[in-house]
């Protein structure tokens, strides 16, 4: 699914931007503070509606201006256009001219992936980083998983504001059934797509650690041996002490093992970005695999922290993947030396195709 033109109007530093882009590489290049994250920031925004730089949408506009629009158009697997204007505090989303029906549909018609400061955290951080991350393979091969996610999250809303409060367990327990038959489903989910993810992620992982030996293990949310009705029985009293449900897919995790120890204990903070970046390089293209249709991939100041030899082979494992790739660097050079890319420069608020 390839983005081929992206629009940008009062975003960021830019008055107006237009990019046509590449099915392959794309480079971004312009010194620091020019405006190379916010081109990825808009293409991330057309699939997400939401930033990766920012909590709020307001401080994307551009000084002064009332709002901001973000145009994408896409080739495959039917021309597309999306839309997003922030006017009056409001983000509207439109789809080939018509309202979207919601984020998940702007998901499942544009995904993207994002390589930035932030994605060590996959590693390093704490489990909703790898919870999100699980999720969004396993939203983009299971039509079932939002209907039956929204649906889990809905039962432990309820289940935990009866809980705060204090209401007696027959209330509490009334949602149980809703919460176990939904939770169960969506860790089926879970387990299915790892099964297909775990033999690529681990061997791409190996290749960019040298060949040291990398193991995903996954953890429901709840105590092995146990069913989730078992789990929520037994941890009644401690639920009602916590004021909040403490077993379930929502406090699932996926364990990073690096030679048999956890990764945090075993490699550095430069080796977590590139461990990282490689099992998002895997999930891209087990998505392609499964899908059939193309994602985008935004990887901001790549060359940053990666040394000669991992950014070869990183550079090698984009190109596996297929994807449509949008990356910035301030010396595009070392890039260049591994693949072909079409290179734009971003200087004062303006962006020009070199080459």
């Known amino acids: 699914m390839g983005l081929t033109r992206l629009s940008l109007r009062d975003f960021r530093c830019f008055e107006y931007a237009e990019l046509t882009l590449s ?29 990766f730089r920012s909590a709020h949408l307001d401080p994307i506009s551009r000084f002064n201006s009332a709002g901001f629009q973000v145009v994408g158009q896409l080739s495959t697997p039917a021309p597309t256009t999306i839309g997003l204007a922030r006017t009056q505090g409001q983000l509207q ?14 998901a499942e018609t544009f995904p993207v992936q994002i ?30 998983f939002f209907p039956v996610w929204r649906r889990y999250q809905r039962a432990l809303r309820q289940r935990n504001a009866l809980l705060r409060i204090g209401r007696p367990e027959r209330e509490v327990h009334g949602w149980d059934a809703e919460l176990i038959l939904a939770g169960e489903q969506l860790d089926g ?9 775990s033999e690529t992620a681990t061997h791409w ?14 953890h429901p949310g709840w105590a092995a041996g146990q069913t989730l009705a078992e ?30 120890r956890p990764a945090r204990e075993r490699i550095s903070r ?24 193309q994602s985008l991939l935004l990887l901001d100041d790549l060359p940053s922290e990666l040394d000669p030899a991992f950014l070869a082979r990183f550079v090698a494992q984009v190109q596996a993947t297929r994807a449509q790739t949008i990356l910035t660097a301030i010396d595009p050079g070392a890039v260049l030396r591994l693949t072909e890319a079409r290179v734009f ?3 004062q608020g303006k962006i020009a195709q070199m080459i």
């Open 205 to 218: 992982a190996g290749q960019a650690l040298d060949g040291l030996a990398i193991q995903l293990d996954y």
């Open 23 to 51: 099915p392959g590489i794309n480079l971004i290049r312009g010194a620091n503070a020019s405006g190379k994250t916010s081109v990825l920031e808009a293409a991330f925004l057309l699939g997400r509606g939401r930033s």
């Open 270 to 293: 430069g080796q977590e970005k590139a461990l990282a970046g490689t099992l998002l390089l895997a999930q891209t293209a087990i998505h392609g695999e499964l899908t059939g249709r």
């Open 93 to 106: 989303v439109r789809l080939n001219g018509r309202p979207a029906s919601g984020l998940a549909e702007l």
């Open 115 to 144: 390589m930035d400061s932030q994605t060590h955290l996959l590693v390093g951080g704490g489990p909703r980083h790898r919870r999100q991350f699980l999720d969004w393979g396993v939203f983009h091969v299971e039509p079932a």
């Open 231 to 260: 789990s929520l029985s037994a941890g009644h009293v401690r639920d009602r002490q916590q004021g909040g449900t403490q077993s379930g897919p929502h406090r699932a995790d996926l364990h990073i093992r690096v030679e048999g």
């Open 345 to 347: 420069h971003v200087e």
């Open 189 to 197: 989910f879970r387990r299915r797509y790892l099964d297909r993810f």
